[in-house]
């Protein structure tokens, strides 16, 4: 009878768990326990288009594209042996504007002009899958939101386009996404590590292996990669080339209000940056350490069948022998995937203790 009691509960708390209802709980335990926060690559460095910016040029929708092509050239020109090693333009440059053709054709002479420019792109995407899952959408081939044809000829650009888990939270990437123009293209983050390595002549660490839908799991490393220089100090020239030389610049929006804000696992109290979290993953792209989520199925039995033999145990032992084996699995399980986690394989943290922790009440409770 009690192997019966035992199977039952176990098949229960199982159930329970995998069908996702303590989800945003386990999310906040794994994230307690596998984020951890390090510092910022110095060869990675974000400049704001920040509230001192839009005060002074005023809002994007009225910004000449010459500003773009001016801050390009400055950091290519004004000493030519110390630039960049890729600039990043984290802007979406989707449409001519009828009114400054001249300011389109610069912008398309300056990108020509110099190898080491990489800009944003997106999709035009609805989700509106309704199985639960939030990265359904991304198996799904879209209409590309890409830089104007002119441009896009000449330029090279990765996809911005940022992946929301369950709870809303930023904790995956997307290596790519596919579009019904250009087919796969890759991450504005990859694009920008690739091209890092080529100009150091390195070769670049493998990228993540991923599903068909192209998410992966980030490690964040900071909250922000700027060091308060911001995009007005480039245009007016106020930067010194030992800012710049040789690094990643990344100009991308950071004030508030331009919809491109996110919530993070790293602090689910206040936003960061999208071009934040490009820094992130190019950061993640150079480390090459992407952990994986263990398969359900597999996590789901193990959960049943440590749930099914300590159900049998806290039955039988006394309460002292009870109180000490629920210790060792709780902690125990959560040292094991702190070890898993460094060997690039994610478990679920909250299952097991949480549901040792069940049996170790009722058991007590019954007994």
């Given at each position: 009878?009690?192997?019966?009691?035992?199977?039952?509960?176990?098949?229960?708390?199982?159930?329970?768990?995998?069908?996702?209802?303590?989800?945003?709980?386990?999310?906040?335990?794994?994230?307690?326990?596998?984020?951890?926060?390090?510092?910022?690559?110095?060869?990675?460095?974000?400049?704001?288009?920040?509230?001192?910016?839009?005060?002074?040029?005023?809002?994007?929708?009225?910004?000449?594209?010459?500003?773009?092509?001016?801050?390009i050239t400055y950091l290519n020109?004004?000493?030519?042996?110390?630039?960049?090693?890729?600039?990043?333009?984290?802007?979406?440059?989707?449409?001519?504007?009828?009114?400054?053709?001249?300011?389109?054709?610069?912008?398309?002479?300056?990108?020509?002009?110099?190898?080491?420019?990489?800009?944003?792109?997106?999709?035009?995407?609805?989700?509106?899958?309704?199985?639960?899952?939030?990265?359904?959408?991304?198996?799904?081939?879209?209409?590309?939101?890409?830089?104007?044809?002119?441009?896009?000829?000449?330029?090279?650009?990765?996809?911005?386009?940022?992946?929301?888990?369950?709870?809303?939270?930023?904790?995956?990437?997307?290596?790519?996404?596919?579009?019904?123009?250009r087919g796969r293209i890759y991450?504005?983050?990859?694009?920008?590590?690739?091209?890092?390595?080529?100009?150091?002549?390195?070769?670049?660490?493998?990228?993540?292996?991923?599903?068909?839908?192209?998410?992966?799991?980030?490690?964040?490393?900071?909250?922000?990669?700027?060091?308060?220089?911001?995009?007005?100090?480039?245009?007016?020239?106020?930067?010194?080339?030992?800012?710049?030389?040789?690094?990643?610049?990344?100009?991308?929006?950071?004030?508030?209000?331009?919809?491109?804000?996110?919530?993070?696992?790293?602090?689910?109290?206040?936003?960061?940056?999208?071009?934040?979290?490009?820094?992130?993953?190019?950061?993640?792209?150079?480390?090459?350490?992407?952990?994986?989520?263990?398969?359900?199925?597999?996590?789901?039995i193990i959960l049943f069948l440590?749930?099914?033999?300590?159900?049998?145990?806290?039955?039988?032992?006394?309460?002292?022998?009870?109180?000490?084996?629920?210790?060792?699995?709780?902690?125990?399980?959560?040292?094991?995937?702190?070890?898993?986690?460094?060997?690039?394989?994610?478990?679920?943290?909250?299952?097991?203790?949480?549901?040792?922790?069940?049996?170790?009440?009722?058991?007590?409770?019954?007994?």
């Amino acid at each position: 009878m009690k192997n019966v009691e035992a199977l039952l509960i176990a098949a229960l708390i199982t159930a329970i768990v995998s069908f996702g209802i303590l989800d945003d709980l386990d999310y906040r335990v794994s994230d307690w326990l596998y984020q951890e926060k390090s510092e910022p690559n110095s060869d990675i460095v974000v400049v704001g288009i920040d509230s001192i910016t839009l005060n002074k040029l005023g809002v994007m929708s009225s910004w000449s594209r010459r500003d773009i092509s001016k801050v390009i050239t400055y950091l290519n020109e004004n000493d030519p042996a110390a630039r960049p090693a890729v600039i990043g333009v984290d802007l979406l440059f989707t449409g001519e504007n009828p009114q400054e053709p001249d300011a389109d054709r610069l912008l398309v002479e300056t990108i020509a002009k110099y190898d080491n420019v990489v800009l944003g792109s997106a999709v035009i995407a609805d989700d509106d899958s309704d199985d639960g899952n939030p990265f359904a959408m991304w198996n799904e081939i879209w209409q590309g939101d890409l830089p104007f044809p002119a441009l896009a000829e000449v330029a090279d650009f990765g996809h911005i386009c940022e992946p929301l888990d369950s709870d809303g939270l930023v904790r995956h990437q997307l290596l790519y996404v596919n579009v019904t123009e250009r087919g796969r293209i890759y991450s504005f983050a990859r694009v920008i590590c690739e091209k890092f390595c080529a100009a150091k002549g390195i070769t670049p660490k493998p990228p993540p292996i991923t599903e068909s839908n192209g998410i992966f799991y980030l490690p964040f490393a900071a909250k922000s990669y700027t060091q308060g220089v911001n995009f007005v100090d480039l245009l007016e020239g106020n930067v010194g080339s030992d800012f710049y030389r040789d690094k990643i610049i990344l100009i991308g929006y950071y004030a508030p209000g331009m919809g491109d804000e996110f919530s993070t696992v790293l602090d689910k109290s206040s936003s960061v940056y999208g071009v934040d979290i490009h820094a992130n993953a190019i950061q993640a792209f150079q480390n090459g350490f992407f952990p994986r989520e263990a398969a359900q199925s597999l996590q789901s039995i193990i959960l049943f069948l440590i749930c099914f033999a300590t159900g049998l145990f806290f039955r039988v032992w006394k309460i002292k022998s009870v109180l000490t084996l629920w210790l060792i699995i709780s902690l125990g399980w959560l040292i094991l995937c702190k070890i898993f986690y460094h060997g690039e394989i994610i478990l679920h943290a909250l299952w097991v203790p949480l549901a040792v922790s069940v049996l170790f009440i009722v058991s007590v409770t019954i007994n």
